[in-house]
């Protein structure tokens, strides 16, 4: 099984996006024999000289209208490294609904600009939209570059004009490419027309960009859909909750709290279609059992104790008004659908509208009109329980729904859960006796080192000490390895060479942090002995507290949790290099803390609190 990358295309109307995505297919031998047939004879009646792949995708789409894309039309294709679907989207200004639909479940956006005409509105809308929708990567492809003579300058001066307008945008990794889909340049090989371009063709770096889960397998989150009442009275007390995991891994005894009534109980069992299973996660379909009986409706939401999304009837969140007719305005009530729960909604305040060309933010706005975009304060009858989008796409994100004409009026990613005045009262802040004051806290920067196995616990341990202790008010930051590999070092990959960067980079990045005064909590998995040493080393150098905690679970377990089903792809040889399988790991000698998987990642969590605890 090869991975698979679900990427997004935009432009606008004339720069070859149709052709692009014909020239992919084709040369990815996609596209069916007669397809192409056809396609030939159409072109030869044309009295092209060229095979008009065009022709290929629009032949195949479904709704068109006067020439202009106006749905998104998906469509696949593979090689033998990865599996791809293209989310086509419309180019045309009015269609910025169709282009939210088809970004939202993209990894990697591909911004398509003519080299004649340079970046336009839709170019910088689309980046926007795909910084907004977390897509992580972006190629800017500079079309038609044979039109302009392959001028290197003119390539350039594009390319530094995204650049600067990117760097404002939260993605992290934008490649370049100029190419000509219509003659194939940079689009599967390199070209020979462009010998002072340093990077390589399109479609390998389509192959080999790195893309990380992109699945939340860390905050448990369940929507109740509907609830299965017992049949017989013999089952009274078997009551369960169907829906679809949104993220997190659910397991039988996990101890859940049902929101936003705040019961906690614990899951007893959980089934999926042909019985139960031992762990359930995103998209999963399954019914949950639990210990106790207590109310839970559709719209109420399982989350594990220690893990839980803010309870709020007030929240801030971007918009992408999409309303043919009626305008978003303070004041006006809609319909708010968020995971199996409706409720009412009221548009509190319009924050302001963002001017996608300049990323302006115009707080004098009072309205938002079709395929504009703003930031809203929203405030609802009755509580959501929410996660910022950044975190949880599945809990960030929520529609409107205009409740005269039951049209989607809006698009909506939270942004933030509480008003900053309350978030004191946030539910999720763990009440714990101080070690130390705040004060002493602050400016005392160091590190702790998370080593283990991918699927030990690092990450999982790492953000529940990293939540403890902002909730003590002192300042920590995760460094997570698996994240990092997005932006930071996307352009590395497993080899022991690739690993030792990736290490060095921590440490740096890591010891920076510790001396702006956090507690840095790094999460990789750190193989080699020497890597450590030396993180340590640079630490020491520098003044900073160092810790080494190793999450000792054994290779067995982690491969039975396999969280992210990297073990199953190493062993059926699709994944190379995979620490454990077949590259190595050092277990540490003399840890500072040694964590095994007979303790909870809440326990985990405060053995860490107490080690640094005792060391002030
Ligand atoms: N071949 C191979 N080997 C190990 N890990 C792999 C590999 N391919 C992808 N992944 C995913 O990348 C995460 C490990 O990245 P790190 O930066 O922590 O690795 S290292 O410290 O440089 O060894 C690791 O994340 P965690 O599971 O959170 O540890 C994996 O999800
Ligand atoms: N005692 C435990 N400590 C930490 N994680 C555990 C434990 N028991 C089960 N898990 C699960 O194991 C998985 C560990 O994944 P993760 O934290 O991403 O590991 P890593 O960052 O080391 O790859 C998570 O799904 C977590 O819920």
Redesign the pocket.
């Known amino acids: 099984m090869t991975t698979l990358l679900r990427l997004a295309t935009a432009g606008s109307v004339d720069d070859g996006k149709s052709t692009l995505i014909g020239r992919l297919l084709y040369d990815s031998k996609a596209v069916m024999e007669d397809q192409l047939a056809a396609v030939e004879r159409t072109s030869q009646e044309r009295g092209s000289d060229y095979t008009d792949l065009a022709l290929v995708t629009d032949g195949l789409r479904s709704e068109r209208e006067q020439g202009i894309t106006i749905d998104v039309a998906y469509r696949y294709f593979a090689t033998p490294k990865r599996k791809f679907i293209i989310a086509d989207t419309p180019g045309h200004i009015q269609y910025t609904r169709n282009m939210v639909t088809g970004t939202s479940t993209a990894q990697l956006a591909i911004v398509l600009v003519d080299a004649r005409h340079g970046l336009a509105e839709q170019s910088r809308r689309h980046a926007f939209l795909a910084s907004l929708l977390g897509v992580q990567h972006i190629v800017l492809a500079v079309n038609k570059m044979d039109l302009v003579d392959w001028d290197q300058h003119r390539y350039e001066e594009i390319r530094d004009e995204f650049h600067a307008f990117a760097a404002r945008l939260d993605v992290h990794d934008v490649t370049s490419i100029p190419l000509s889909a219509l003659h194939g340049d940079n689009v599967v090989t390199k070209s020979a027309h462009t010998p002072w371009y340093p990077g390589g063709a399109l479609l390998p770096h389509l192959e080999d960009v790195y893309i990380a889960g992109d699945r939340n397998?860390?905050d448990v989150r369940f929507p109740v859909q509907y609830v299965i009442r017992p049949q017989t009275h013999e089952h009274a007390d078997h009551r369960s909750y169907a829906g679809t995991v949104a993220s997190g891994?659910l397991r039988p005894g996990d101890d859940i709290v049902v929101l936003p009534s705040g019961k906690s109980t614990r899951v007893v069992a959980v089934d999926g279609p042909t019985g139960p299973v031992t762990e359930a996660f995103p998209p999963m379909a399954v019914s949950v059992r639990v210990a106790d009986d207590i109310d839970i409706s559709r719209g109420d939401l399982l989350a594990r104790v220690a893990n839980q999304p803010e309870v709020t009837r007030q929240f801030e969140a971007t918009v992408c008004w999409m309303a043919d007719d009626g305008v978003l305005e303070a004041g006006r009530d809609y319909v708010l659908k968020h995971t199996t729960r409706t409720v009412r909604a009221r548009v509190v305040e319009l924050n302001y509208r963002l001017d996608v060309n300049t990323l302006h933010r115009d707080k004098t706005a009072t309205t938002l009109a079709l395929n504009e975009l703003g930031r809203v304060t929203l405030r609802t009858r009755t509580p959501l329980m929410l996660d910022e989008y950044a975190r949880n796409s599945a809990t960030g994100s929520f529609i409107l729904i205009d409740p005269e004409t039951n049209a989607t009026a809006a698009a909506g990613m939270v942004r933030a859960t509480t008003p900053v005045a309350d978030r004191a009262a946030s539910p999720n802040a763990v009440p714990h006796r101080s070690l130390v004051t705040a004060a002493d806290r602050l400016g005392k920067g160091r590190t702790v080192w998370f080593t283990?196995?991918?699927?030990?616990?690092?990450?999982?341990?790492a953000v529940l000490v990293e939540r403890k202790l902002l909730s003590l008010g002192c300042p920590a930051y995760v460094l997570d390895g698996?994240n990092l590999r997005h932006g930071l070092n996307a352009d590395l990959g497993f080899s022991r060479t690739d690993r030792d960067e990736n290490q060095r980079r921590l440490a740096h990045v890591a010891a920076l942090l510790a001396d702006s005064g956090q507690t840095v909590l790094v999460?990789a998995i750190s193989p080699m002995a020497e890597h450590r040493a030396s993180a340590r080393a640079l630490h020491a150098e520098r003044g900073f507290d160092f810790y080494e905690v190793f999450?000792d679970t054994p290779l067995a377990d982690c491969e039975r949790?396999d969280?992210k089903g990297l073990y199953a792809r190493a062993r059926s040889g699709e994944i190379t290099q995979f620490t454990g399988i077949d590259s190595p790991y050092e277990p540490p000698v003399g840890p500072d803390l040694r964590l095994t998987?007979d303790?909870?990642?809440e326990e985990?969590a405060q053995l860490v609190l107490d080690l640094l605890g005792r060391s002030e």
Do not use: M
């Open positions: 397998l860390v891994v283990g196995l991918s699927g030990s616990g690092k990450s999982s341990v698996d999460s999450l949790r969280p998987p303790r909870s990642p985990a």
